[in-house]
């Protein structure tokens, strides 16, 4: 394992980096689907259904500070049993990282290059992650860190200048017109959270693993709060009725958006930047996130032999999809499936290492205290 030598404010920016991603554009269309004007308050459910899980990842992390999921779940509920776990995460993110390539080609394709076939913006997203993931978790959570602000930054400030164009009134009622559809509204949200997950691998190489609960109460308020104001942005610019018949509410505000005294028109051009750099990012974790937990799994001390191994498998189930209509639908009912694995897969582990008094190495979970000292 890599010395320990990522801050908290390194994992805050991965987990944020890492949530901010492809599901952006379709987000709004999500939420009004769900609830019409109660859209916001969907998505904050959502946030907070999110952050459950994100809690009990940190906290099966600060048990256990020297050890990734795969390990610390032999210990808890046996190897057989944890492999299955193990196998079922490794293709979960597997065919995450799949359909994030694949929306990103079907937008690109759709809005810019519309000569290009999708294979082409897929595979050489796909090659890129791939190159990037070669590196250890230290790199990994710096190439985060780098990129956080010029995600966060661009994304505030359209949405604040949107506000111009904005109705209150588009926001009401804020429950919504049919509350019946907030439940299954809210575990599709929450599914554009489950990058988080990422935070298992990277709590083992934190400098202070005891600190694994701020980093998340900073990560997901970042990201779950420029989610709720993009959505609610969104809604009171065009209405629940209209965001129905938009495929991308969230390209369509920027495309409705102007810099003061029309130095810039539109800001959609910069925007698909900034998403395009959010797309990576994403990408980026949930690909390093497989080869990484791969390696684990057959205790193996490098990651870089999956890096291109799983390129073709990863690519291949991109293009199954038929259309833009199935991969969405493909795409709400792996989330909600993924649930399972990324809430419920953790919350079973915690509760059992509770009861059975098991626990890591308490050292490095300590370290922390002693630095105050």
């Known amino acids: 394992m890599e010395t320990r030598q990522i801050t908290v404010i390194q994992a805050a920016a991965v987990l944020v980096s890492t949530i901010i991603g492809v599901g952006v554009l379709a987000l709004p269309l999500f939420a009004v689907r769900a609830a019409d004007s109660g859209g916001p308050l969907v998505t904050f459910m959502a946030m907070l259904l999110a952050f459950v899980g994100l809690i009990l990842i940190a906290r099966l992390g600060m048990r256990f500070p020297d050890e990734t999921i795969i390990h610390y779940s032999e210990k808890i509920i046996g190897k057989w049993l944890a492999w299955i776990g193990s196998v079922l995460i490794i293709l979960f993110f597997a065919v995450l990282t799949s359909l994030t390539a694949r929306e990103f080609g079907e937008v690109v394709v ?223 009912n792996v989330g909600r499936i993924g649930l399972i694995i990324t809430i419920a897969y953790p919350g079973l582990l915690l509760i059992v290492s509770i009861l059975r008094k098991k626990r890591g190495n308490p050292v490095a979970y300590n370290k922390n205290v002693d630095h105050k000292r």
Do not use: C
Not at 287 to 292: D, L, N, Q
Not at 309 to 332: D, G, H, R, S, T
């Open 110 to 332: 759709t809005s810019v290059l519309k000569s290009t076939p999708v294979e082409v913006t897929v595979i050489v997203m796909l090659l890129l992650a791939a190159i990037s993931t070669r590196h250890g978790i230290t790199t990994f959570a710096h190439i985060h860190t780098f990129y956080f602000p010029f995600l966060l930054v661009p994304a505030l400030v359209i949405a604040a200048l949107s506000l111009k164009n904005a109705e209150a009134i588009n926001l009401l009622p804020i429950w919504g017109n049919d509350p019946g559809g907030m439940l299954k509204g809210t575990l599709t949200i929450a599914a554009l959270f489950q990058g988080a997950f990422v935070l298992t691998a990277v709590i083992p190489s934190m400098k202070h693993p005891g600190k694994a609960m701020k980093a998340s109460f900073w990560g997901m308020l970042i990201a779950g709060g420029l989610y709720v104001i993009i959505v609610a942005a969104t809604i009171s610019v065009f209405g629940s009725e209209e965001i129905k018949k938009l495929l991308w509410p969230t390209l369509e505000l920027a495309k409705a958006t102007s810099l003061p005294a029309n130095i810039l028109e539109r800001m959609d051009a910069a925007f698909l930047a900034v998403w395009v750099t959010a797309v990576f990012t994403t990408l980026f974790s949930s690909y390093f996130f497989t080869i990484y937990s791969m390696s684990h799994l057959f205790r193996l001390k490098e990651h870089k032999l999956f890096s291109y191994f799983i390129l073709p498998f990863v690519f291949v189930m991109a293009m199954l999809p038929k259309n833009i209509i199935q991969m969405y639908e493909i795409i709400e």
